[in-house]
Structure formats: C-alpha cells, structure tokens
Nanobody
C-alpha cells in the first residue's frame, strides 16, 4: 500500500514562505496524481492544488493562485508545495493525497493520505 508522509510545516509570519514535501514509500509516486488539501479548525477540508503523475499538468484553488506552486520529483518520490506570500487564512493542517486524477472537488477519489503537517501563519 502506498504510504505518504508530509513535512515542512511550521510557524511563519505573514508574507513569508514555506515549502511542504510529500514523500511516498512502497510504490513509485509517478503512478499517481498528488493533491494537497488543507483543513483549519472548525472549517471544511478543501483542495489546494494537484499535480498529474507526470507533472505535466497542475491546478490550484483560486485563493492560492500566484502564491503557491506545486511540483514533483518522481526520482525522489516527492511532491512539493512551495507556498509564498503566506496569509493568516492559509493556517491549516496540510495533507497530501494520491489518486489517478486531479479532481480536488471529489476527495473520496484520493485513496491514500498522509498524516498532515501544520502550517501556522501569524505575526
């Protein structure tokens, strides 16, 4: 079974940057599309970004376009989420998940999930 582990979260000031990593084990990550999701306390989990298995296509929720960049290095079995110009509303637990398509609105199609990494944006 594919296993995913997120890392890179932490505390950052508004306007700062973080790079999250999602590392896969047991299976080659290149077979999967990888989505990033986030959930803040008391809020619904939302899709943030997704990248196809080859890295040839990406998508983003409107609120992060121009600030976040998703990328992958399949040789390292790793997907990254570079987060720039962070805002307090970006504060959440961030999860990566694997599927075969980048359809962030249908979270049930993502069969494999990591444990999450906490991102806190505060002055």
């Amino acid at each position: 079974q594919l296993q995913l582990v997120e890392s890179g979260g932490g505390l950052v000031q508004p306007g700062g940057s973080l790079r999250l990593s999602c590392v896969a084990s047991r299976f080659a990550l290149g077979y999967y599309a990888i989505g990033w999701f986030r959930q803040a306390p008391g809020k619904e989990r939302e899709g943030v970004s997704c990248i196809s298995g080859s890295g040839g296509s990406t998508n983003y929720v409107d609120s992060v376009k121009g600030r976040f960049t998703i990328s992958r290095d399949n040789a390292k079995n790793t997907v990254y989420l570079q987060m720039n110009s962070l805002k307090p509303e970006d504060t959440a637990t961030y999860y990566c998940a694997a599927s075969y398509q980048c359809r962030l609105a249908t979270q049930y199609e993502f069969d494999y999930w990591g444990q999450g990494t906490q991102v806190t944006v505060s002055s």
